[in-house]
């Protein structure tokens, strides 16, 4: 039996303080500059925002925008404090983008403020873009469109042809709320009649058929280091 301190500090030894958890908004770590403001809204994390530095409050109205909303918030009874990141690396389809704007010129905004979008490779296979042309941008509104007139179900007769056109995610065009309860929106090709018609021989889902799954719902990655 060792008679050795304990500790002994001339080995080596590894004590374990806290789980590390990765913050799927983040593409960089923790490597973040945040303020902390005050609204009047209803804000989700990674709401991309406006953060006036003489007043400290935080709208997601009109920009130049300048900050991405770190916490969930809720000032729509009363202002609360809210914290927003005003520099690092963000995930471009963790984002919650404004809905007047091109992604193209809020992400140049963005940049003009020290953060930086980066564009992610989403679960269904597309590409969430920083900044995505204008071409691009409409094809993927086209396709969140369709998807919402058909409920994810080709119309009568002959398919479009949805696959051939360069086109930005659709997931990075969708609100929180759609989402949060209907992410079929974002699927980048409908379900086609053969596909269909494979999918109640075997009774298994087709692959253009299942539902996108947020990032955010996927188990965090506990190996520090890897992304």
């Known amino acids: 039996m060792s008679t050795a301190p304990i500790p002994n500090f001339a080995l ?3 004590t374990k303080e806290s789980s590390f958890s990765y913050s799927e908004l983040l593409s ?6 945040s303020r902390i403001g005050t609204t009047s809204l209803k804000l989700t994390r990674g709401t991309i925002g406006v953060f006036a ?9 009109v920009g130049p925008y300048n900050c991405v909303v770190a916490e969930n918030c809720d000032g729509t009874v009363a202002p609360v404090a809210c914290l927003v990141y005003v520099s690092g690396k963000m995930k471009a389809d963790a984002l919650i983008w404004p809905a007047g704007q091109a992604h193209a010129i809020t992400a140049d905004q963005l940049r003009d403020y ?4 980066e564009s992610v490779l989403y679960v269904d ?31 009568e007769g002959e398919k479009p042809d949805l696959t051939g056109a360069a086109t930005d995610s659709a997931w990075g065009y969708l609100t929180e ?12 090709i409908p379900l086609s ?8 021989v075997t009774g298994k889902p087709h692959e253009a058929n299942k539902t996108a ?6 188990p965090p990655d506990d190996k520090a280091g890897k992304k």
Not at 28 to 33: C, E, L, M, P, S
Not at 132 to 155: F, L, M, S, V
């Open 28 to 33: 960089d770590g923790d490597d973040v500059v």
């Open 114 to 117: 020290g953060i930086l979008v």
């Open 125 to 155: 296979g597309t590409v969430v873009k920083s900044a995505a042309t204008p071409a691009e941008e409409a094809e993927a509104k086209r396709r969140i469109e369709y998807n919402r007139k058909h409920a994810g179900q080709p119309p």
């Open 177 to 188: 709320e759609e989402r949060r309860l209907h992410p079929e929106l974002g699927d980048p």
């Open 213 to 218: 799954v947020p990032p955010r719902h996927m």
């Open 53 to 61: 530095p003489a007043t400290g409050i935080v709208t997601n109205t």
């Open 193 to 200: 009649a053969s596909d269909k018609d494979k999918e109640e």
């Open 12 to 14: 080596a030894s590894f």
